[in-house]
C-alpha cells in the first residue's frame, strides 16, 4: 500500500472513531486516561527496552546530546507521564457545556456548544513523552489523534502506542481513536497535513524549522507557535525596584523559552535607571548590545546593537537595548520588531498602562510583571498545548479550550422563518 | 510597478492605517460610517453614472442576465445601502471588551481583550453593494480592509470607494483604512492572499468556484463558506404538523440558500407522514428523488435517487428523500453527506434530540425548527459577513466577533516568575 493510502486509512479511522469519542461520556475519557497511565506503569519494562533501542540507534548515528537527553525514557520520566494523565483526567470537561441561550423575536432559542475538533494530527520531533502529552489532551477533549513523532524515537512511540491502544480499550472506547504512526517514512507528514478530510487541525510541535516547513505545506489548519520576540518597556513612570526585578527575571529565570525577554525598551525619561539595570544583567551573565544612547550612559554596554539585533530571538544570555521616545516609541519599535508573543509594560501610570495594554497587537500584553508569565500553567487553563502566534481561533497559551469548536444549536416547537 | 509591488504597498498601507482604526474611538468609527453615507448620498449622481458604464461593458460582453442583475445600483438600492450603513453604526462596539480577569495563584491578574484582527481582505464578484457592506463591518470592527470586487463593477466599487475616502477623512481616520483596489488585473488576487505580513484574513464572497480557487491557493488564513448539504430528519417521534410546516418551509421559502433543505431523511417509524409530506412538497413545485422505499411509498416520487443525489446541493426545486433506521441511521447518512452546515431533527421525544443536537457535527443543529433559521440576522448577530463552514475560529454564521480576536491581558504588581 503507498503511503498516501496508509495515511488517507489511518485518517479514515480516525474520523469514524472521532464521532465515538465526541459522543462518549467524560468518565469513560477519564477511564481510558487511567488505564492508560496502568498499562504504562506495568509496561514499563518493555518501555524502557523499547527507548534502550532508540538510544542505541541514536548513538550510532552520532545524535547531538541534547537531541539523546530527550530522546532517553528514565523511570523519573515514565512516572511524570503518570502523574501528568492522573491531572489531565483531573481536570474539566472541556465539551459539551451550551452557554447563551437565548430567545429571538422569531421565538427559536439560540445558543451555542462547545464541541470536540475531531481528529487532530501532532508532528513532533524525538521526545517520547509528547506521545503521552498529546494523547491525553486529545483524548480529555474528546478528539481523535494521530501522532507522528521523531523517526528517532520510533520504537518507544510504538511501545506508548500499545498502552494507549491497552488502556483505550479497557475504558470500551476504539483502539483507534489514538494512533500512532508506524512508519519513519517522512512522505507521511506531507500526506497527514494535506488530508483536509479526514483531519480538522494539525499541531506541530518542535523547533521553529519544523513549524515553518509545515505551516508552508499544510492545507489542513495548523496551530502555528514561531518567534518569541519579547519586550519590556520600561516607562518614564515606572518604579525602578519593579523595572530591575522585572527585567531580570523575564531575561534570566530561563534563557532558552519563548517567553524570554529579548528586547529591553527604556523610555528616555527613565534613562537614569539603566545604567542599574545593565550593571544587574551584566553580573548575572547576560551580554549586552545597545543602541547609542544605551551604550553612552551605561558602562556595562560596549557592544552596539545592529539593526538585526532588534529582529533576533536569541534565546540565549543576550539581551538587546534600546532608549526609545516615550510610550509613542516604543509602541512603534514594537509594531516594527515584535513577533506579537509578549510584550509588558513597567509604569505607575495608569493611562499609559492602559494604553500600552490596548494598543500593543501581541497574544500576551502585561502591566508590572514578567513576560515568563505567558504559558498555560500561569494563566489557569489546567494544561498547554502550545503557545499560538496566530490570531485566529486560539491566541496565546492554548489549553484544552483550544481543541475544540463550538456550534450554534437552535430550539424550535415547529418553527418556520417567515 | 509590478502587481506585486502595488499590492505590498497597498498591504503596507493598510497594515500602517490598521493600527491608528484599531486604537480609535467608537464614536470615531460610528462618526465615520454615517459621514460614508452622506458622501454616497450627495455622490448618487455620480454613482450612478459609473454603475451605468460598468451595466454597459457588461452588456456589450454579452454577461449573463443574473450577473447583470447584480450589478445594477438603482436609487433603491443605493437607499438599502445608506440604511445598512446606519444600522452598522448602531450596532454595539465588538471591541475593547475585557472579560474573565481572575486572579491566580502568583498573584497575577489574567484575563482576555477583544481585539481587531487587523487588516482583512475582501475579495468578491461583481455586486457592488458588497464594497460598502464588507467596508462598514471591517470599519464597525475597528480593522483596515482591502476591497478587491469583481472587474465587471470596477468603475462604480472606484466610486464607492471616493464615498469611503471622503467619509474616512471627515471622521480623522486615515483615507487608507479602507482601501479599494483600483486595477482589475487578477494577478492582485494572488498576491494579495499570499501576502501573509500584511494581512490577517481573507473573506472570500461569492460562488463556490471563488472560494475553492481562493482557499487552495491562499497562505493568509480563509473564512471559508462552502456547500450547504442541509438535512431535516424527521424522528418516528415527529409531530406529523410540525414536520411538514418544517420541510415546506426548509425546502421551498427560497431555493437558492445555503441554508434550504437539500435532503430529508425520514425514519422508518415515521413512513406513513411520508405520503403526506411529498404530496405537499409536488403540490408546491418540488421535484423529489426518493431511495427505493421512498418511491414505494410514496405515489408523488416516482424518480430514484442516485448516490450522487445524496451529496448534491441543488439550490433549486429537488429534493432527495431517504428512509433511514432510527437515529443511528439518520446519524449516519448525515456523518457520511452533510456539509456541515446545517441539520434539524423533529421530534417530540426529549432525549432524542438531545442526542441529534450532541452528535451531528454541523455548525447549526436544530430541533424542530426550520434549517433557514441558520443566518446571522435570525441568531441576533445584529449583522453578517458570511457563514463558516470551518470549525477553527468562526463557525456558521458570522458577525462583527468573528471580525475579531483576542489576546491575554495581565496585571502584576511587580510580579515575577520564581
Redesign the interface.
Known sequence: MSIENRVMELGREARSAS?VV??SEVATRNDALLAIRDAIADQEAALLAANEEDVARGQAKNLAPALLDRLVLDPPRIASMLTSLEQVAALPDPV?AIDGV?T?N?G?R?GK?R?P??VIGIVYESRPNVTIEAASLCLKSGNAAILRGGSEAISSNLALGRCLATGLAAAGLPATSIQVVDTTDRAVVDALITLDDCV??IIPRGGKGLIERIS?AA?V?VLKHLDGICHVYVDAAA?P??AL??V???KT?RYGTCNTLETLLVDEGAVEQLPALARALADAGVELRGCPRTCAISPDVTTAATEADWGTEYLAPILAVRVVTGLEGALAHI?QYSSGHTE?IVTEHHPTAMRF???V??????????T???DGF???LGAEIGIST????A???VGLEGLT?????????????Q
Chains 1, 2 share one sequence.
Open positions: 464521532r465526541a459522543a459539551g437565548r429571538m422569531s427559536i439560540v456548544m464541541v475538533l475531531g480538522d487541525m508552508g492545507t489548519p518604579c525596584n519593579k526585578a522585572i531580570i527575571n523575564a529565570q509594531a509588558s495594554l490596548r494598543e497587537d501581541s497574544s500576551s500584553v502585561m502591566v508590572n510583571a514578567s515568563r508569565f505567558a500561569e494563566y489557569g496566530d490570531k485566529l481561533h491566541r496565546g497559551p469548536s463550538s456550534k450554534y444549536i437552535v430550539f424550535g416547537d415547529g418553527h418556520i422563518r
